[in-house]
């Protein structure tokens, strides 16, 4: 899955989670220092920006055409955080939306690990590393813009 189409998929997903207002891809709400993203907004006004990064599979070029999407397994089920309730941790957002993203059923998707549960703390405390069938490795690291 090419990172402009896990766009969309993180966009949508984020858009259908109890809690959130709104969601919108980062250049949709005039953000442009990062070319891929989400931009969440709570429904307690609170805002976060979520930055895609992306490493393609050997010899795919985010130029060409995309090939075949490569299926296999989906990922487990994760449990969903309650966002709705106040206050809303960095954290549990960045789970709901790995809850989402697992809970849309992509077949391309192989897995899903939140910053949050390593453990080995990173520079960057949340974000999601999703790994695809494809190989690309890691695939779109969601992370707070």
């Known amino acids: 899955m090419r990172p402009t189409r896990f766009q969309t998929l993180l966009v949508d997903v984020a858009a259908g989670l ?3 207002q709104r969601a919108a891809a980062l250049a949709d ?3 442009t ?3 891929l993203g989400a931009a969440l907004q ?3 006004g609170a805002q976060l920006w979520w930055q895609i990064t992306a490493v393609s599979t050997t010899g795919d070029v985010y130029g060409n055409e995309e090939g075949q999407p490569v299926t296999g397994a989906a990922p487990e089920p994760r449990e ?3 966002l709705t309730a106040q206050p809303v941790r960095t954290a549990a957002v ?6 989402g993203i697992v809970a849309a ?3 391309e998707i192989a897995s899903v690990e939140p910053y949050s549960e390593r453990k080995t703390v990173s520079a960057i405390e949340y974000g999601l590393t999703v790994k695809f069938h ?3 490795d890691p695939a779109p690291a969601v992370r707070r813009a």
């Open 80 to 82: 969903m955080p309650d």
């Open 42 to 44: 709570l429904a307690s």
């Open 94 to 99: 960045e789970q709901a939306l790995a809850a």
């Open 105 to 107: 059923g992509s077949k």
């Open 134 to 136: 494809s190989g690309a």
């Open 18 to 20: 109890p809690g959130v």
């Open 33 to 35: 220092a990062h070319p």
């Open 29 to 31: 709400v005039g953000h």
